[in-house]
């Protein structure tokens, strides 16, 4: 007698069985992945630790009295930092005649390269051979009013070099009709031969070019070129390695569908050719201020602030890792307090990423943050609630950072400018 077989019962056992092993192979993989997860992000889920207090504020010796601090910069050369800031008067909207303040720390006040400049927002930076490079713009004619500061004309760029205690006759080194030359200290870098690269967004009206121009000192001397790609703003900057030059762009992105963002060249051979753009993050309406690049032992780091559309102040500070060209990773997205407007950058000795986040408003604060080499983010206040902190840069040496800021202790009372210091490479 032939054997009958229930084929449904069959299939329908076979598929049991199917459903069995799945689920005992998802099982496993869910523990798997569980035992990994406890292991490879056990660093994350370390708690962040508590920052270090800083030192009770200390007048910043030389500033002219009554006067405000804005916009300082800092570099470092070895164990000493070198200040440039502009400067105001208090009160009135008069600016002077040299509105500029030098000054290493420690060490006190420096005079200003000789001349009748304005100095426009300064940029400082010490090259490899001990030098001390400050870059500069000036208007298309002089300026007192602090209302049109901001938005003056600027046409020229200028250079001066600090060699053995005395600044170099200021020149001349790039002219254009409109220059977009921000207070951000990410338009000036040099490599590791002692050549200097200047970017600025420039426009002339005889041949109505415009766009981002590369100016680069060499041995000889100083030119310009117009870079490839043409970005929509003066949102700029850039950093020169060995012989390679990366250049960072930000600005402005027009709509939702807009396919625009933050973009980045590089130039293998210093500034002989460039690579095709290479569009890190599409903002779709947002836009991109404050361009930074920071080099140090763990690599090099592209950052930038962001704002939402039509709104006031930036919301989210962003942080990518070049690793190895075109490769692009990102590290971090920290959310920026309400008003956020600029920010200074510096790297510590143990590759930390410390950062000072300027807030504007009727009680403007100072945020610092920190992105340990772990990936940790950390945050403090830098003053107490009852004070006000504006303008604030940050530079670090070896052992410790250094905040330099205008302070003042409640809303119309008279601003100070001040220094606060605290350790560096604390236990993270």
């Known amino acids: 007698m032939p054997v009958r077989i229930n084929w449904l019962s069959t299939i329908r056992r076979a598929r049991a069985r199917a459903r069995l092993i799945r689920w005992t192979v998802a099982g496993l993989c869910s523990a798997l992945i569980a035992a990994c997860n406890s292991v490879l992000c056990r660093s994350q889920s370390v708690p962040a630790p508590a920052l270090p207090a800083w030192s009770a504020p200390a007048a ?40 500029i303040y030098l000054s290493r720390l420690p060490g006190g006040p420096m005079p200003a390269p000789a001349g009748s400049f304005q100095f426009v927002y300064p940029k400082i930076i010490a090259g490899t051979d001990g ?10 004619s002089t300026r007192y009013d602090a209302v049109d500061w901001a938005e003056g004309r600027k046409t020229s ?21 409109d220059l977009q030359w921000t207070k951000d200290p990410g338009h000036v870098a040099i490599d590791s031969s002692g050549e200097l690269d200047v970017v600025v967004y420039a426009f002339t009206q005889r ?16 030119t310009a070129a117009l870079l490839p790609y043409r970005a929509m703003s003066g949102e700029v900057a850039l950093l020169s390695h060995d012989d390679s030059i990366v250049v960072l762009f930000g600005g402005p992105s027009f709509g939702p569908t807009d396919s625009t963002g933050v973009t980045v060249i590089e130039s293998p051979d210093r500034g002989v050719t460039w690579t095709r753009p290479v569009v890190v993050r599409r903002l779709a309406g947002r836009s991109a201020d404050h361009p930074q690049v920071v080099r140090n032992e ?45 920010f200074s950058v510096t790297s ?34 830098l003053r107490s609630p009852g004070e006000l ?34 350790p560096t490479c604390f236990a993270n």
């Open 157 to 177: 760029l200028w250079h001066s070099v600090l060699t053995r205690g005395q600044w170099s006759t200021p020149e001349r080194i790039y002219r254009a009709d």
């Open 389 to 422: 902190s504006m303008f604030s840069g940050v530079g670090a040496t070896r052992h410790s950072l250094t905040a330099v800021l205008a302070i003042r202790s409640q809303p119309g009372t008279p601003a100070r400018a001040v220094t606060m210091t605290r």
């Open 207 to 222: 041949t109505q070019e415009s766009g981002v121009v590369r100016v680069h000192h060499g041995s000889t001397g100083w």
């Open 60 to 99: 910043l010796d030389g500033m002219p009295a009554n006067h405000l601090l804005r916009w300082p910069i800092l570099t470092t050369r070895r164990d000493t930092l070198y200040v440039a800031a502009n400067i105001y008067p208090i009160l009135g909207t008069a600016v002077g005649d040299r509105p």
């Open 298 to 342: 763990k690599g090099t780091f592209l950052i930038w602030s962001e704002a939402p559309p039509h709104q006031f102040g930036r919301d989210t500070l962003r942080i990518v890792r070049l690793d190895n060209w075109p490769t692009l990773v990102p590290i971090a997205s920290m959310p920026l307090p309400a008003g956020s407007s600029t």
């Open 131 to 140: 030098d001390i490079h400050l870059v500069w713009a000036e208007f298309d």
């Open 348 to 381: 510590t000795a143990c590759g930390d990423l410390e950062f000072l986040v300027n807030t504007l408003s009727q009680t403007p604060r100072t945020l610092e943050m920190i992105l340990t080499a772990r990936g940790v983010v950390s945050q403090q206040w």
